[in-house]
């Protein structure tokens, strides 16, 4: 039985610069917005849209994410004919047995692809935030007669040389690609969210990999060549919430986002189109008697006793009496202790932040600057770890970095 259309959804990313938060995590595994992981938004959002197809390319890193997506069914996507489907690189008698880039990972998985003979494929990406209809996508996608349709946001021109842009004309058709260019001639910045004709697709992946000097890419390889063949391509306007979460600084600033839904326009109490998750089923939270709590996300499973103010806490987290919390972002099971003093910062999972230890301060200056403490690690008593400190390794009591 053939698919209108099926997803591919590239979740290889090594994440890099998200240092220490990826150490043990592939990028869509890492934790978001309180009860979340990255990747729950483009799967929540393809059940949302009617797609019940998705081919999850993974690489770097991808234990926590196989066992997390499991078969699907906390997305209801576990289906007999379809559903959602890890593909991880596989050794062929050839050669290559690792993703060489975006482009070469759908490649390698055409075989899966074609069991679903899909009229179209939507590639997305693992590492954004964003709340997205791509059932309206392939409607403009049909209207437009298109072979290639890219999703695109308008950024302000002066940030524009830091995104792949689309240059269009009245009608939305493309006819030039600036990769983060120093002269913008446009302000519409690719999502890296695709939808080719799956017939076209095949063709410009099957010589894309038989050209030796390819890097194999979307954004370097296979848009250029399907401009230079003058293909049907369009670009479509998304105006919702679309964030790259591939920094810390941009990690910490969704999360943030998260604690007010009206300015922000991420809404993750709305009913209408559900964020769906494989959370476990913690007990509630539970606030002590001298706790203060100010406009700030608790998940469930929490033990709060000292002060939280404006930060997201994930599920299971202790704040001990004393203890302040503020502008940060703590992850699951981590234990911050009596009259330790956290600030600003991204506070991986399972980290124990020991009695007095001051992690992180409120920027002078640069808020980009985010002090961030990796998965596993212990913060002795006392400790100092600076506002822009990335700490991958246990922290000796007393001791400064």
């Known amino acids: 039985m053939a698919k209108e259309m099926i997803a591919m959804l590239l979740a290889g990313g090594q994440g890099s610069r998200l240092y220490a938060l990826t150490q043990k995590l592939a990028k869509p595994a890492v934790p978001f917005g309180g009860k979340y992981r990255i990747i729950d938004f483009p799967l929540s959002n393809c059940v949302n849209s ?17 066992e997390y997506i499991g078969n699907g069914q906390p997305w209801d996507l576990d289906r007999l004919h379809g ?15 690792w993703y060489k880039g975006t482009a070469n990972a759908i490649y390698q998985n055409i075989p899966f692809i074609e069991r679903y003979s899909p009229k179209y494929v939507i590639i997305l990406s693992g590492d954004q ?8 996508f392939l409607r403009f996608h049909k209207e437009k ?49 695709y939808i080719f004709n799956w017939d076209i697709l095949k063709k410009y992946l099957t010589e894309d990999e038989q050209d030796p000097n390819s890097e194999n890419d979307f954004g370097k390889n ?36 998260v604690l007010d839904p009206e300015h922000s326009g991420i809404n993750l109490f709305d009913d209408d189109w559900k964020i769906y998750s494989r959370n476990a089923g913690l007990p509630g939270h539970k606030i002590g008697v001298d706790a203060v709590l100010e406009n700030s996300m608790v998940t469930d499973g929490c033990r709060i006793d000292g002060t939280v103010k404006h930060s997201v806490i994930f599920s299971g987290v202790t704040v001990e009496k004393g203890a302040v919390v503020e502008d940060a972002v703590v992850m699951g099971g981590t234990v911050i202790r009596a009259n330790a003093v956290v600030r600003h910062c991204i506070i991986a999972e399972n980290v124990v932040i020991r009695e007095n230890a001051v992690v992180g301060a409120m920027p002078e200056g640069d808020e980009k600057a985010v002090a961030t403490v990796g998965s596993g690690v212990t913060i002795g008593i006392g400790a100092k770890v600076g506002p822009t400190a990335m700490v991958r390794e246990d922290v000796k009591d007393g001791e400064e970095v």
């Open 83 to 97: 559903g959602v489907h890890v593909l991880p690189p596989y050794q062929k008698a050839s050669g290559s047995d």
């Open 145 to 193: 007669n298109a072979e290639f349709s890219v999703a695109v946001m308008e950024v302000p021109w002066d940030e524009a040389s830091r995104f792949g842009l689309m240059v269009t004309d009245e009608d939305d058709r493309i006819n030039a690609f600036q990769e983060k260019p120093k002269n913008p001639k446009s302000n519409l910045a690719s999502m890296g969210i």
């Open 50 to 66: 009617g797609i019940d197809t998705v081919g999850v390319c993974t690489q770097y890193q991808p234990l926590v994410l196989n």
């Open 222 to 257: 296979i848009i250029p060549n399907l401009l230079k063949d003058n293909r049907r391509m369009y670009a479509y306007h998304f105006n919702g919430y679309w964030k790259d979460v591939g920094t810390i600084s941009s990690l910490w600033e969704a999360n943030m986002e």
């Open 129 to 136: 935030i964003c709340k997205q209809d791509y059932s309206d």
